[in-house]
């Protein structure tokens, strides 16, 4: 069974940076594309950010193109979210999942997520 936990989110200013963490169990980590996505109350989840399982490919979405970068340490099976000029658009819950395509409607489960809060 799968098993993801995320951390690292806590409160940022507007410009600040904040890096996740995400410890994933139960999968071949080293064979899987790990992502990560959010949501906003009221709002459908979104993807974020994709990285294959080389490590050799990542995918952003466009919204944060240029100022997150996803990263992987295959010897410690975690997934990283480094956010950097966060703006208060960037408030959401962050979930990291075992990636198998942008659309939140191919995931079965997601586990708890990190909430991410950016102050104006």
């Known amino acids: 069974q799968v098993h993801l936990v995320e951390s690292g989110g806590g409160l940022a200013q507007t410009g600040g940076s904040l890096r996740l963490s995400c410890a994933a169990s139960?999968?071949?980590?080293?064979?899987?594309?790990m992502g990560w996505f959010r949501q906003t109350p009221g709002k459908e989840r979104e993807f974020v950010a994709s990285?294959?399982?080389?490590?050799?490919?990542?995918y952003y979405s466009d919204s944060v193109k240029g100022r997150f970068t996803i990263s992987r340490d295959s010897t410690e099976n975690t997934v990283f979210l480094q956010m950097n000029s966060l703006r208060p658009e960037d408030t959401a819950v962050y979930y990291c999942?075992?990636?198998?395509?942008?659309?939140?409607?191919?995931?079965?489960?997601w586990g708890r997520g990190t909430q991410v809060t950016v102050s104006s």
């Open positions: 999942a075992r990636f198998v395509g942008r659309s939140p409607a191919n995931y079965g489960s």
């Open positions: 139960g999968l071949t980590f080293r064979a899987d594309s």
């Open positions: 990285m294959s399982y080389s490590g050799r490919t990542s």
